[in-house]
């Protein structure tokens, strides 16, 4: 049982690039959430999903797009890099919509965009 | 609408002393409150929870939090501080009545030092 797994740990990418990052949970769990954390801020949700094959926006969605097409995975795709997205994302599940249910959180993905 | 302030960014203490990391909350619901840890280059990992049940609440590695209604508070202890406690803490709410995401919202994060 690995939990929540995010691929690949690091990147660099410059201005312009795009790319995709991939958050695995083997847990059965129903929603998924996208974070980028930043010094100071705490952790910021960028997109969620609250089952297979769908999405909603969250505090900071600009930039970034999301799929869910399997309920294992939850992907996060940058079009046009900028230098504003370098920060750390967390990918985090959960089993359901219940308040007291605690997140699972993957380990993270260290991201840079010169 | 929720959120959640952490008093303190940065707290040093010794080993073998207290420690206290300092949490204030606002919701429109009754909440559920969380504090979770994040060692150096690491995910976050959960160390206690608050639902609504006995309000002193007990986590792992001897850490323990009050919820203080009156108060809006949520402060996080432990009576000795470990060298290996030494990382950052984030308090956390989510608003039972908030949305159907079970969106959470994070505190600035609280960094614990702990001295020899």
């Known amino acids: 049982n690995a939990g929540v797994t995010q691929t690949p740990k690091f990147r660099v990418l410059k201005t312009g690039q795009s790319m995709t990052l991939l958050c695995a949970q083997d847990m059965n769990h129903e929603y998924m959430y996208w974070y980028r954390q930043d010094p100071g801020m705490g952790l910021r949700l960028i997109h969620y999903s609250v089952g297979e094959g769908t999405t909603a926006k969250g505090e900071v969605p600009d930039g970034y797009n999301v799929s869910r097409l399997k309920k294992q995975n939850f992907l996060l795709g940058l079009e046009s890099a900028a230098p504003s997205q370098t920060s750390v994302y967390f990918c985090?599940?959960?089993?359901?919509?219940?308040?007291?249910?605690?997140?699972?959180f993957g380990p993270g993905t260290r991201l840079t965009v010169l | 609408a929720q959120s959640v302030t952490q008093l303190d960014s940065h707290v040093s203490v010794s080993e073998g002393t207290p420690v206290l990391l300092r949490c204030n909350y606002s919701s429109s619901y009754s909440p559920s409150l969380f504090w979770y840890v994040q060692h150096p280059n690491k995910g976050l990992q959960l160390l206690l929870k608050?639902?609504?049940?006995?309000?002193l609440v007990k986590g792992i590695n001897g850490f323990e939090a009050e919820f203080k209604k009156s108060e809006t508070s949520f402060h996080l202890t432990k009576p000795s501080a470990h060298m290996s406690d030494a990382a950052e803490y984030f308090c956390v709410v989510s608003d039972r009545g908030r949305n159907a995401g079970n969106m959470l919202t994070f505190g600035g994060g609280t960094r614990l030092m702990v001295k020899p």
């Open positions: 608050y639902t609504s049940a006995a309000t």
């Open positions: 985090a599940s959960i089993q359901s919509g219940a308040y007291y249910n605690e997140q699972f």
